[in-house]
């Protein structure tokens, strides 16, 4: 019998070469590998250069993908672009610098701004477009330069974040890794609380705003509580939804913005923390990116097995949060 259903066919990723480690950051800020690894379980994060773009590393991550899977890229036929980070403020999108920079003839492109949830967000849209019919093969690519959004003056954000991509294709398939259910949501009262000042059509008066008015603002712990608060509110959602218990969870992947958040939430859910796949001390937060970098990771690694339930789970700017259940 066949089980066509909308389903992720194939991942990859790319992160910039240069490596930056906490050592090297101290030698410029005032800070130290002692605090950031206890406060946030970061050693190194990847860093590009001037020249490369937000689109260079989502198509590097496509070619790692196009080259392990022998797939051409000129067989999508829509691509989704999660970042916070576009090439151009606002248009055109980077989706569409990415088709024009591939040579693609005429998709669907476009980008979808949820923060760090934003691929978990995409991950949904793409589900739905492949069930439709009307698209066969999306392509969805989470791709950040969040280093150059961050005021390096700050020390209390810029040793949080690195650049990367990651990306997968969705589509309607009996083979591949079944995207079951998502849970999206966004509490935009939050939003002071993980932005970028201005720059936007919103007037604000520069000269009210402490730093780097353009550059990443964050207030640390009120984005900590709500992200432990709302990853255990997703993982909960998601479980009953469906008709099971944590334990019958394989894998958590969450976006890997802090140890601590995803240890705590762990603890609060009783939900053994092996079972939570972390890399944030090699990459940092990538934050659109960081889900479909980890779930390359695993897949490359041979962790991710047939059979499996694996569940996403994100929060970021909005404030948005969700996840996603997988059958791998
Ligand atoms: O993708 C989603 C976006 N972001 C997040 O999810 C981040 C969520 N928040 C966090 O991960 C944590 O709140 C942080 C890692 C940002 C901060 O950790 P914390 O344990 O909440 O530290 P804190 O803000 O309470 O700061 C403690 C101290 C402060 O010193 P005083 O005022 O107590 O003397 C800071 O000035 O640590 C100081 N500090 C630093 N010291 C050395 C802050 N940043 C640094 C630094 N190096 N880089």
Redesign the pocket.
Known sequence: MSDIKPRITALGSHVPATCVTNDELAAK????DE??FS??GIKSRHIADDETATSDLAIAALKALSKEQNIELDTIDALIVATATQDYPGFPSTACVIQAKLGLPPIAAFDISA??TGFIYALEIAKALAASKTYRRIAVVGSEKLTAITDWTD??????FGDGAGCAFVEMSDTGHEIVDSVLHSEGTGASY?SIPTGGTAYVDESTIEGNPRKIH?D??A??NF?VRVMCSVIEELVVRNGCSTDDIDWFVP?Q??S??IAAAAKRLKIDLEKFYINIDQYA?T?AASIPIALAEMAQKALLKPGQRVITVG???GLTYGGNLLKW
């Open positions: 800020i005032d800070t130290s605090w950031i406060h946030t923060g760090c020390r209390n954000t810029c040793v949080l993980l964050m640390g712990r984005v900590y992200a976006h913005a802090n601590r958040i937060n934050s929060f970021g700017a």
